[in-house]
């Protein structure tokens, strides 16, 4: 019998230790559990993570797919890799090509696409779908410290007192993660608190429920900022210490009552929330924040109101919470919105240091990170010729999904993935890829921590990792880039002298001291050190406390965004709201956990009515639903899972006008009675 294998669960980013056993005839996985030994869960593992690593229900690439008279039909991995080369560099003699990642890869094949795209092919179209989820939050963390990451860790979460989770269900989500902010919220003088419009699962266990209106979360946190400076609990010393912009932004709040009737709240409920930042409060959010043509704004909102009350230390601050195993990996290593280490991407000096470790010309390198993923789909009618995308799915994941499969139908498209989705239906060359149990490398969890994946078992002829496929296409497309076929280890470590001295330093965590320690967080700049709470320091001793921020003046920045248009209000022709969200058994856009049919559409018992099947459209597009009358979903609100490929043919293509995410979780709607 096979040996066990510890490995990282790659369903989300908790970052879970597992040990996996491979069968022991033929191909596949046999056994997979939580790994005891492991620092990050202790042998803690939810039962999605190990169904959807052992036996996934996505229908696997078996074999390489190309495009003839129409149809994909088999054909050896050499001609695969044949054919997209030769589509990819013909595009580059007349257009760019368009590269897309994913929060799915390790950090290895993440920064060798980085690689491929920005210093080989050069091009400014070049992102992942993390962006799709993340952006928001990675850009408030810049506007306020100067770095991307959140400052708390999971040795916070026992000891804060408030538990606010807002715009997100990690109950759902991050099981894991979540038990350990329940145990800690069940504790004496302790709570959780859940803003939601919808009554989730994390909210139905709440000690209280706010039910924000849709769209009025940046109104709910400014109103908050306002009430605790009303309440006096403003921290003055370290305010006044250890910030710049405090007066400014309060100059712009409006009063507390005229925000919350903006949010749909009362004020005494504004003066609950404002009271909870009195004691250590770690403030978790998600795609509720996030994804809103609002989220950078809402989201350092929320870290305004943990700079105002002082909570930036041990035990309390942002957190905000990740969605894709590798959504943070993707974000230090892959280069699509800084350079490898958090690298400034128009620092000349930094831009100098990453040509010259590439072995390439700085004049290669794009001068901009390029117009995002709903910016490079909206490209193909332009200025891109090709894309390559890999372990994603934009023509379901992107937002007014119809526009964008057309999009990709009109384009030479190379797809790399393990499972068959909607995109690999309209590639021209696929490139089968292998999964979870099946690669090594390494990813890094939300809260900051490396780990190793590791395969336990080999993959069928034609099955090649994302990393080595990487590399065939780029040493066809652009030879010499990678001077060795790429593996884990030394492309690893090349992606660790980048960081050396950066605000991510990982330069401390090689695969030698992982082997031992088996996780590590950084910054790491020796193979001893590890990364705790980012900026604060504590004396010596107990001594006084201390903060560092990357920031030109050293000190952490208030927030000076103002709340935008709704872009797509409810109206008398599309009188209802839309909001998208993750169930307990979906996985991303679906392409692991499929299920056959139309949607389940959650709606209040009153919209449903007699219906149990419904048309639900938008201005861009329809869809049969079945309707589930559910109390947990405000009148007014229809709730579809985004793991359904028909979801996103609804959602608005308008995006933050500074992260570039979009606005997926409001967009008007409307339910036809189908009369059955």
């Not at 491979?22 to 596949?28: C, I, L, Q, T």
């Not at 400034?344 to 000096?349: A, I, K, L, S």
Request: aromatic residues 6%; contains cysteine.
């Amino acid at each position: 019998m096979s040996e066990f294998v510890p490995t990282t669960c790659l369903r989300c980013a908790v970052g879970c230790g597992h040990v996996q056993r491979g069968v022991d005839s033929g191909y596949g996985l046999d056994s997979v559990r939580g790994n005891p030994e492991h620092p990050v869960n202790n042998g803690l593992a939810c039962q999605r993570g190990v169904r959807e690593t052992a036996d996934p229900d996505g229908e696997w690439l078996a074999r390489p797919l190309v495009r003839r008279e129409g149809d994909l039909v088999p054909t050896t991995i050499e001609n695969a890799l044949a054919a997209a080369s030769s589509g990819l560099s013909a595009a580059t003699e007349s257009g760019e090509v368009a590269v897309l990642g994913s929060g799915q890869q390790t950090n290895e094949a993440a920064y060798a696409l980085g690689k491929l795209a920005r210093g080989g092919l050069g091009t400014r179209y070049y992102d992942a779908n993390t962006t799709l989820c993340m952006a928001s939050a990675v850009t408030a963390y810049y506007d306020a410290f100067g770095s991307d990451a959140p400052p708390p860790t999971y040795d916070d979460i026992p000891d804060a007192r408030t538990h606010l989770v807002w715009g997100a269900n990690p109950s759902v989500a991050h099981p894991v993660m979540f038990r350990w902010i329940s145990q800690s919220a069940s504790e004496e003088g302790s709570e959780l608190i859940v803003v939601d419009p919808v009554r989730s699962e994390t909210a139905e266990v709440a000690d209280d429920h706010v039910a924000v209106d849709p769209g009025g979360d940046l109104a709910l946190a400014r109103a908050i900022l306002a009430r605790i400076a009303d309440r006096d609990g403003v921290d003055r010393e370290f305010v006044e210490t250890r910030t710049e912009g405090f007066d400014e932004l309060l100059a712009t709040l409006p009063p507390a009552a005229e925000s919350a009737s903006e949010a749909g709240v009362s004020v005494a409920t504004i003066d609950r929330l404002a009271a909870a930042f009195e004691a250590p409060t770690l403030v978790y959010w998600g795609m509720g924040v996030n994804q809103s043509v609002d989220g950078t704004a809402t989201a350092g909102a929320l870290i305004d109101c943990c700079l105002a009350s002082g909570n930036l230390r041990p035990g309390s601050g942002p957190f905000s919470l990740t969605g894709q195993a590798n959504s943070m990996g993707t974000r230090v290593c892959s280069s699509k919105g800084t350079w490898p280490g958090h690298r400034p991407f128009d620092d000349p000096d930094h831009r100098r240091a990453v040509a010259d470790a590439w072995g390439i010309p700085e004049s290669r390198l794009p001068d901009d990170p390029g117009p995002g993923p709903v910016g490079i789909c909206e490209a193909i009618d332009g200025d891109v010729e090709a894309v390559y995308a890999v372990a994603t799915n934009p023509a379901a994941g992107l937002p007014d999904a119809a526009a964008a499969r057309d999009r990709l139908e009109d384009t030479f498209l190379v797809v790399q993935d393990a499972f068959r989705s909607e995109t690999v239906e309209l590639a021209d060359v696929v490139l089968p890829a292998a999964t979870w149990g099946e690669s090594e490398g390494t990813v890094m969890n939300m809260e900051r921590t490396i780990s190793r994946v590791r395969a336990a078992t080999e993959t069928p002829s034609g099955i090649r990792t994302d990393l080595a496929l990487i590399g065939e296409i780029a040493d066809r497309v652009v030879p010499g880039l990678f001077e060795e076929p790429p593996e884990p280890k030394p492309i690893y470590e090349e992606f660790l002298a980048l960081t050396e001295g950066t605000p991510a330093d990982c330069s401390g965590i090689g695969y030698e001291r992982l082997e031992a320690e088996l996780a590590v967080r950084w910054p790491a700049p020796t193979p001893t050190a590890e990364g705790g709470y980012r900026y604060y320091r504590k004396g010596a001793d107990g001594g006084s406390e201390g903060w560092e921020f990357p920031t030109p003046s050293g000190r952490a920045r208030f927030s000076s965004a103002v709340s935008g248009d709704d872009p797509e209000p409810p109206s008398s022709g599309y009188p209802l709201t839309l909001t998208t969200a993750r169930e307990d058994d979906g996985y991303n856009t679906g392409v692991r956990t499929r299920e056959a049919g139309p949607p389940t559409a959650r709606v209040a018992p009153a919209t449903a009515g007699d219906d149990r099947h419904a048309r639900l459209s938008s201005r861009r597009g329809s869809v049969r639903v079945r309707l589930e009358p559910d109390e947990a979903i405000p009148e007014g609100m229809v709730w579809l899972p985004i793991h359904h490929p028909a979801a996103n043919d609804l959602t608005l293509p308008e995006v933050d006008s500074r992260s570039k995410e979009p606005n997926f979780k409001q967009c008007a709607v409307r339910l036809e009675s189908l009369g059955d």
